[in-house]
């Protein structure tokens, strides 16, 4: 075959093809035409999701910081002098009810942002403070949930303290040893393993404690937790406080 056949051949091979195209293409308009249409609206829909999603998460965290804000805010005693223009708490209480109530208006309002959630955290620490303990309580264990396993880790460590502090230790090892199962970048396994030692240090059980500062010095000689639980267990070879 002489290379103009072959080209004869590719050029009617390829109106055959364009022509059989062009006849589908009107055969099937409208659907062409819907297909078409529904593909823009996804693209148009995708891309108005992640310009209000932008905003929103703008908006949640210039909220967010407003609540930080209020939440470091220092405290004064009465009649204690205050530069002007500084605000100021009588109490760690007062200071944590007004904090919470802002930390609970972004987790309402922007829950499905990063701050939103980070918010959430921040109202159960406040409920705490405030001396709320059912809200503190119910507001951990939804933080303690979360997808987010960062955040979550977060929740069963505050919540860990919590149930310490309110007398209720075998809630708090359990929480502990979940937290040692599955470490997280916010709560290591060192330091849930360390908080764990120190509650049984504080009941009375100090070779429990022991097992877990032997355990840590073994595994992590030279980390923080490591040294930490070295120094546990013999309080002279810690290393020396940083100069002030």
């Known amino acids: 075959m002489d290379q103009q056949t072959r080209a004869a051949l590719k050029q009617d091979k390829f109106v055959s093809t364009t022509t059989h195209g062009l006849e589908w293409a009107r055969e099937n308009r409208q659907s062409v035409i819907v297909n078409g249409g529904i593909l823009l609206a996804v693209v148009l829909i995708a891309i108005l999701s992640v310009v ?7 908006a949640a965290s210039v909220a967010f910081g407003a609540a930080m804000q209020a939440y470091q805010t220092p405290l004064a005693q009465p009649g204690q002098a205050v530069p002007p223009g500084v605000d100021t708490y009588p109490s760690i ?10 930390f609970l208006a972004v987790a309402d309002k922007y829950g499905m942002t990063p701050d939103g959630r980070n918010s959430l955290y921040f109202a159960g620490l406040t409920y705490v ?3 709320q ?3 503190a309580e119910d507001t951990l264990k939804k933080v303690s949930g979360s997808w987010d396993s960062n955040l979550a880790a ?3 460590f505050a919540l860990a303290q919590f149930y310490r502090n309110t007398g209720r230790d075998p809630l708090a090892i359990d929480l502990y040893n979940q937290l040692s199962a599955k470490p997280a970048s916010t709560v290591p396994y ?7 030692a120190d509650l049984y240090q504080s009941e009375g059980k100090p070779d429990d404690a022991r097992k877990i500062y032997a355990s840590l010095k073994d595994k992590d000689p030279k980390g923080v937790a490591g040294l930490t639980a070295a120094g546990k267990l013999d309080p002279s070879a ?3 406080a940083p100069p002030q």
């Not at 209480?93 to 802002?102: D, S």
């Open 93 to 102: 209480a007062e200071r944590a009810k007004a904090a919470n109530a802002l």
């Open 190 to 196: 060192g330091m849930a393993q360390l908080q764990l």
């Open 154 to 156: 977060l929740g069963k």
């Open 133 to 135: 303990n059912q809200q």
């Open 238 to 240: 810690a290393p020396a």
């Open 129 to 131: 403070e405030a001396g």
């Open 52 to 58: 209000v999603y932008n905003s929103r998460s703008e």
